[in-house]
Antibody, heavy 124, light 107 residues
Framework: QVQLQESGPGLVKTSETLSLTCTVS????????WSWLRKPPGKGLEWIGTIYSSGGTNYNPSLRSRVSMSVDTSNDQFSLKMTSVTAADTAVYYC??????????????????WGQGTLVTVSS | DIRVTQSPSSLSASVGDRVTITCRASQSISDYLSWYQHKPGKAPQLLIY???TLQTGVPSRFSGIGSGTDFSLTISSLQPEDFAIYFC?????????FGQGTKVDIK
């Protein structure tokens, strides 16, 4: 069974860059889609973006100008970078694996496996 | 963006109760909806995908129904381990968006 574990600094200064890594175990990172999501305190979950193991990405338009993702298949890890952070970026950040099913010719995706999440606080 | 309105935001129930949580999308999303359970400090768990398909290993007391804009998750007989937060996700269109969550606690 696949397991995901987020890691990175728990405190980031305002205007600096947030960097997180997700380590995948129990399965090969290749040929799959991986995502980052976050939950700010008191708010709902937000999808940040998705990366395919070969490097193709899709980002939430609300964050696209500040976000980048990458994959390191040799170490079964994928990463998130978010620049110019503010207090509004304080959140629990989750990594997840996408799953999907074909239904009447359409591919319906869902988040099949998640990490436990890591709290990132942005403060000056 | 597609807005997903989940209700109720919280509910209190007893072991053995039947519990239903709903999600309404701001436009039709066919059956591109999934349900998750989240316990504090743990990884969220997929319960239902494609609106009504039970994820492998999830107890059969969980069920999902709906299509278009209206969806529901039902727990037929609440068990002690079911007290948690439940949320839905629409994956019809990017950006994928979530319901606000429903906290199910003990009455």
């Amino acid at each position: 069974q696949v397991q995901l574990q987020e890691s990175g600094p728990g405190l980031v200064k305002t205007s600096e860059t947030l960097s997180l890594t997700c380590t995948v175990s129990g399965d090969f990172i290749g040929d799959q889609y991986w995502s980052w999501l976050r939950k700010p305190p008191g708010k709902g979950l937000e999808w940040i973006g998705t990366i395919y193991s070969s490097g193709g990405t899709n980002y939430n338009p609300s964050l696209r100008s500040r976000v980048s993702m990458s994959v390191d298949t040799s170490n079964d890890q994928f990463s998130l970078k978010m620049t110019s952070v503010t207090a509004a970026d304080t959140a629990v950040y989750y990594c997840a694996r996408l799953g999907g099913v074909y239904d009447s010719g359409s591919y319906i995706i869902h988040f099949e496996s998640w990490g436990q999440g890591t709290l990132v606080t942005v403060s000056s | 963006d597609i807005r997903v309105t989940q209700s109720p935001s919280s509910l209190s129930a007893s072991v053995g109760d039947r519990v239903t949580i709903t999600c309404r999308a701001s436009q039709s999303i066919s059956d591109y909806l999934s349900w998750y359970q989240h316990k504090p400090g743990k990884a969220p768990q997929l319960l239902i995908y494609a609106a009504s398909t039970l994820q492998t290993g999830v107890p059969s007391r969980f069920s999902g129904i709906g299509s278009g804009t209206d969806f529901s998750l039902t727990i037929s007989s609440l068990q002690p381990e079911d007290f948690a937060i439940y949320f839905c996700l629409q994956s019809f269109t990017m950006p994928y968006t979530f319901g606000q969550g429903t906290k199910v606690d003990i009455k």
